[in-house]
């Protein structure tokens, strides 16, 4: 191509202002980021005077993304005669490949002092930045006759014809996830063609990824992707939060600003995380899932555990499998373990999930968590505008392990700690006192809270400030599972009573206050 030298936007005719997506989908719960451009936009004025007459002249041209097949610019003239026509003129453009393009000869646009002229375009015309000359006589009519008087660029414009660039899918995997989890944050983008309206995957373009946390924390930008092939990007990511996800392909010479968002939920957890990833090829295609869940302390009562499934990479699964739950021990009415499958329930793209319930009476101990899900993965969408994103995704691959992660259930503890005296004048010897009971398995079936005896309780003192907890004794429970122990006490501050745990028993605390004036 040949080399040209570009003037600044406020000078170009037509300018293509920045356009960004329309509504998408209801499935995927993504919205564009900005309102759409206005529809036209105005270049520089020409102004030419013949004798007496003047004539003041403006084109103007669509922005890129209103363009399909063809690009018609409006002449409009102001002029101190008594009426004005055009003799003849039309809009020439060069295109990005040095294509010389000649418009139609200009024509009435039903509007006085205006007129159309369309240059078509080829099937195969490529955004970016067109020369730009318009060539016009116009005849305006004087009380001393009729003035010919000739309108033109003296320098051809150079203006961007930007092809419209949409995200209509995004979406996080999994939407909803324990706090901490490692989500995929993916899309699909694609392109109008200038030529012939039709969409094709965006390949090789820019996207910025922005997260906003719900709070007053700040947007802050996750990563800069660039699309694939199929037009698909992702990334894995940490959010920490709630919040809202921004997706933005930056405005250039040949495409238009696009930017979408969509939100992501984080739910609050008191047990350690756990999650993990499985992957599997089939024909050649690959697939793969994130499990997401968390560990159970079991007390008197049932508790529900969700697991979360995120689909990764350009794949779609949890629409046909199931999840499993299966312990590595036996205990109680379950002496040769227990074993638990559940169907995934598919809440959106790339999201699933299944949900255990854990009785009290089940072995406590490590649950391997197990998937079958067949997925299926895609290649490079066929659009049709807005729609069209998931229809290749065809390619059948069966994800299927029965150990993908773990999930450690624990019976439940209590603790409690009492002091002697909690407010004193200068250094003084107390009596800490209290409590450990445990959730326990009863040889005749069923739970119950009891006391434990011989059990550690682990001693530390936070004093008041910012310094952390010192360790200072270690004592153990009497045979009704209640301690006493003298400490000495110089600050104020708070003794804190711990029970560590086991491996089938979840720890416990509590503290008491303690003021020395």
Not at 234 to 244: E, F, H, I, L
Not at 413 to 436: E, H, N, Q, R, Y
Not at 438 to 452: E, F, I, N, W, Y
Request: charged letters at 20%; a negative charge.
């Amino acid at each position: 191509m040949s080399s040209r030298m570009r003037v600044p936007l406020s000078m170009a005719l037509g300018a293509a202002l920045m356009v960004t997506g329309v509504a998408a989908t209801p499935s995927v719960a993504a919205e564009p980021g900005v309102a759409p451009p206005p529809g036209v936009t105005a270049g520089e004025t020409m102004t030419e005077r013949v004798d007496d007459v003047v004539v003041s002249a403006r084109i103007s041209l669509p922005p890129g993304g209103d363009v399909v097949g063809s690009i018609t610019g409006t002449l409009s003239i102001t002029h101190n005669g008594n009426s004005a026509a055009i003799r003849s003129g039309e809009i020439t453009m060069v295109d990005p490949e040095d294509r010389t393009l000649v418009g139609e000869e200009f024509v009435a646009s039903g509007t006085a002092n205006t007129w159309t002229s369309t240059v078509p375009l080829p099937t195969d015309a490529a955004p970016g930045i067109y020369e730009v000359s318009v060539a016009a006589e116009i005849d305006v009519t004087t009380d001393d006759g009729v003035v010919k008087v000739p309108v033109r660029t003296t320098d051809p414009v150079y203006v961007p014809f930007r092809a419209k660039r949409n995200i209509p899918l995004i979406w996080t995997s999994a939407a909803s996830v324990p706090a901490g989890s490692t989500i995929s944050v993916s899309g699909a983008a694609n392109i109008r063609s200038l030529g012939t309206g039709d969409y094709a995957p965006a390949t090789g373009q820019e996207v910025k990824l922005y997260f906003d946390p719900s709070g007053d924390a700040s947007e802050t930008l996750k990563a800069t992707l660039t699309t694939d092939a199929r037009g698909f990007f992702t990334t894995r990511q940490r959010p920490g939060a709630s919040g809202k996800w921004r997706a933005e392909m930056p405005m250039t010479d040949t495409g238009a600003r696009a930017v979408w968002t969509l939100t992501s939920a984080e739910r609050e957890r008191e047990t350690t995380l756990r999650q993990a990833t499985v992957r599997a090829t089939q024909d050649g295609f690959s697939a793969g899932d994130h499990l997401m869940t968390h560990d159970v302390v079991l007390g008197l009562a049932p508790v529900q555990r969700r697991v979360d499934v995120g689909s990764l990479g350009f794949t779609v699964g949890g629409t046909s499998g199931w999840l499993s739950a299966e312990s590595r021990r036996g205990e109680g009415a379950f002496p040769d373990g227990y074993r638990v499958q559940r169907e995934l329930v598919h809440s959106g793209l790339g999201t699933s999930h299944a949900t255990f319930t854990f009785n009290p009476t089940l072995p406590a101990g490590i649950y391997d968590i197990g998937i079958r899900d067949a997925m299926k993965s895609c290649s490079a969408p066929d659009w049709d505008g807005l729609n069209g994103g998931t229809s290749n995704c065809t390619h059948d691959v069966l994800v299927e392990d029965p150990t993908v992660t773990t999930v450690v259930v624990k019976r439940a503890s209590s603790t409690s700690v009492a002091a002697s005296d909690t407010s004193f004048t200068g250094p003084k010897t107390i009596t800490l006192s209290g409590t450990v009971s445990k959730v326990q398995l009863l040889s005749t079936g069923g739970v119950a809270d009891r006391p434990a005896p011989n059990t550690p309780v682990e001693l530390s003192f936070d004093p008041a400030g910012s310094a952390e907890p010192v360790y200072k004794k270690t004592v153990t429970t009497g045979s009704d599972g209640t301690y006493t122990t003298p400490v000495l006490t110089s600050a104020s501050g708070r003794w804190i009573a711990k029970y560590p745990g086991t491996s089938l028993q979840a720890s416990s605390s509590a503290a008491v206050t303690i003021t020395v004036n």
